[in-house]
Structure formats: structure tokens, C-alpha cells
């Protein structure tokens, strides 16, 4: 079947724009993670979700940061006033339920911000 | 707070060989640890998942042992070939919180 989608592959932006990210999880997986993974930090939690709810935003590095999950299926991750330190590769996983379950991850959208 | 540690950082071996990757944490109260996979640009490939009641699963040449008290982890790899060279990253779930938390993962190349 068919995997974890993302959207778009690549996003190169200026400084100070806000900048969309999509995701589409495995039809049928009820939790949805996203993750950044930037040069030197490594691969660091951001949001999950349960449904369409967010019980954890704790890795939402600042307020500029947000997403949200609509119809139980796809999410987006908004990053507001871009900042160079936000470049990286956003990945996104889902499983089909929350705890006991394996993780499988999208191909990621890698942001340059200039 | 969980922290993951992968050793070695790197490691190049030639074709044929057997090898072993380390992953270490630092809080044993986990619920589940995960192998991935990561080819150059690419997403995470989910290798093996193991529950923390169980001490090894098995794929392929590839086998992940399980010591939860000790708090390691060990990927096996079989017969490697040159296809294998990718980042093996490392990751697991404690019972604090739904994320996965990361190890800085190893960097395996598999020389014809």
C-alpha cells in the first residue's frame, strides 16, 4: 500500500516568509509525528498527534512554529517569519495507533531558508 | 531525560563481513526500540521494532537483540554487501512521552 507522503520534496524561501509543509499518512494510521532533522542536532521530536488532537507540542522550538491535523488524516506544519536556523529536513511518520506501534516515516521536505 | 547513544559514529568493512552496531540509552523504562535505516537525502526505512517484553527480532540477515536492564541494543548484520552502506539510526519510546528519541546514528559503508 501506499506510504507516508510528504509535500514538497524541496522548499527554498527568504528569510521572514512563512512557509507551508504537508503531510499525508498511511490510510488508517491514527497518529501522526512530525521531526526535524538538522546538521549537528540530529533527528529531534516536534508534535504528535492523536486524531486531531495534539496532546504533545513540547518540541515545537518557538512560537513561530505550528501545525495542525484536519479529518484525522493530513497535517501541516506552518513555520511563521522564517529564520535560517530553520532549515532542515521536516520528516513525518505515522503508526497506526500511539505507543506499542512501529513509526514509518515520509520522505521528508527539506527547507533552505536564504 | 532519554538519551541515545550510537557507537561507532562510522565504520567501513568489506563485503562478506559480519558486523555489529551498538545503541545504547540511558533510561531503561522504554516501551519499545526501533532500528532505521537512512540512505543518503532520503527518509527514515524502519528496519525492526522491538517491544520491550521481547529480546530479539529477525529480518532478513538482519538481527536486533534487546537488553532492556543494561540498556542496550545490538543490529546484526549478516554476510553485509555493498547495498547495506546507509545510516542506521536508532531510536526508542519510553514511557514518558509518544516520541521516538534518536541516536546520532552510524554510518556504514559496505566496500565491494
Known amino acids: 500500500g501506499a506510504g507516508v507522503s510528504q509535500s514538497p520534496s524541496n522548499k527554498v524561501t527568504e528569510k521572514g516568509k512563512d512557509v507551508e509543509l504537508r503531510c499525508d499518512p498511511i490510510?488508517?494510521?491514527?497518529?501522526l509525528y512530525w521531526y526535524r532533522q538538522s546538521l549537528g542536532q540530529g533527528l529531534e521530536f516536534l508534535i504528535y498527534?492523536?486524531?486531531?488532537?495534539?496532546?504533545?507540542k513540547s518540541g515545537l522550538p518557538s512560537d513561530r512554529f505550528s501545525a495542525e491535523r484536519t479529518g484525522g488524516s493530513v497535517s501541516t506544519l506552518t513555520i511563521q517569519r522564517t529564520q535560517q536556523e530553520d532549515s532542515a529536513v521536516y520528516l513525518c511518520a505515522s503508526s497506526r495507533v500511539i505507543t506499542y506501534n512501529e513509526q514509518f516515516f515520509g520522505p521528508g521536505t527539506r527547507l533552505t531558508v536564504l | 531525560k532519554q538519551e541515545v547513544t550510537q557507537i561507532p559514529a562510522a565504520l567501513s568493512v568489506p563485503e562478506g563481513e559480519n558486523l555489529v552496531l551498538n545503541c545504547s540509552f540511558t533510561d531503561s523504562a522504554i516501551y519499545n526500540l526501533q532500528w532505521f535505516r537512512q540512505d543518503p537525502g532520503k527518509g527514515l526505512t524502519s528496519l525492526l521494532l522491538i517491544q520491550s517484553s521481547q529480546r530479539e527480532q529477525t529480518s532478513g540477515r538482519l538481527n536486533a537483540s534487546l537488553d532492556k536492564s543494561s540498556g542496550r541494543s545490538t543490529l546484526y548484520i549478516a554476510a553485509s554487501q555493498p547495498g547495506d552502506s546507509a545510516t542506521y539510526l536508532c531510536?526508542?519510546?519510553?514511557?514518558?512521552?509518544?516520541?521516538?528519541?534518536f541516536g546520532k546514528g552510524t554510518k556504514l559503508t559496505v566496500n565491494p
Open positions: 498527534f492523536q486524531g486531531n488532537s495534539a496532546p504533545d
Open positions: 531510536a526508542v519510546k519510553d514511557n514518558r512521552a509518544e516520541k521516538l528519541v
Open positions: 490510510s488508517g494510521h491514527t497518529a
